[in-house]
């Protein structure tokens, strides 16, 4: 429940940031913010898959009546998945920043939506029960 808040915030944030950043800053501000939600959604995306394939890595040994732990070819599928989801980001990052020269600090606005999603969520609290 919480991911999802995170998640919908976040796509709000950009989506209310390149508007304002086209109307003020032009299409490079346009731009750059959008490329900055891009970047951090692949980054929550990388992130977020390395964390259920540990998840899954770790828990499969003792669903499975195998001996409990990570087999090591497990482990090594987790650990390039990782680097290629990694490998992918910087990639991204490169286009963006590099090719695309979108505005760097429309870049950082739009790579700053998860951050001001969770600091939206802190201020807010917790719910009530």
Known sequence: MLLHRLERTAV???VVATAAGGLLGGLAWAGGILGGGVLAATSYWAIRSSVDALIQTMGRGQA???APGP???RVARAVIALL???ALLGLTAYVIIVRLRLHPVGVLIGAS???FAAAREAVRGRPQV
């Open 12 to 14: 709000l944030f950009i």
């Open 113 to 115: 939506a998860v951050v």
């Open 71 to 73: 087999t090591r070819p």
């Open 64 to 66: 499975s009546g195998e």
């Open 84 to 86: 290629g989801r990694h």
